[in-house]
């Protein structure tokens, strides 16, 4: 799983051959969880709230690059790293 950022101990990655909707995984701690891109949906798992608090305001800043990273992944490019959130 590629890894796009890391910031306050959050992991965001995205996989090479992963299903529409657009979306990326976030880890922290214990939970994992996958978010669309677009409105920030959470489609599995779950996230702490402070956790999913700071990945939802990064999610709004880096909106357009990940939709280029997703659209990357899906032509089995190179991902580009994206700033943490600080």
Same mark, same amino acid.
């Given at each position: 799983?590629?890894?796009?950022? +890391?910031?306050?101990? $959050? $992991?965001? =990655?995205?996989?090479?051959?992963?299903? !529409?909707?657009?979306?990326?995984?976030?880890?922290?701690?214990?939970?994992? =969880?996958?978010?669309? $891109?677009?409105?920030?949906?959470?489609?599995?798992?779950? &996230?702490?709230?402070? !956790?999913? +608090? &700071?990945?939802?305001?990064?999610? $709004?800043?880096?909106?357009?690059?990940?939709?280029?990273?997703?659209?990357? !992944?899906? !032509?089995?490019?190179?991902?580009?790293?994206?700033?943490?959130?600080?």
């Amino acid at each position: 799983m590629p890894e796009l950022s +890391r910031f306050f101990g $959050i $992991i965001v =990655a995205m996989y090479y051959n992963d299903h !529409a909707p657009p979306h990326f995984h976030a880890k922290y701690g214990g939970g994992l =969880a996958s978010i669309r $891109i677009d409105n920030g949906e959470i489609l599995e798992g779950s &996230l702490s709230p402070r !956790a999913l +608090r &700071l990945v939802e305001e990064w999610r $709004i800043l880096h909106q357009s690059e990940l939709f280029d990273d997703w659209q990357r !992944a899906q !032509a089995r490019q190179p991902l580009n790293r994206i700033e943490p959130l600080e």
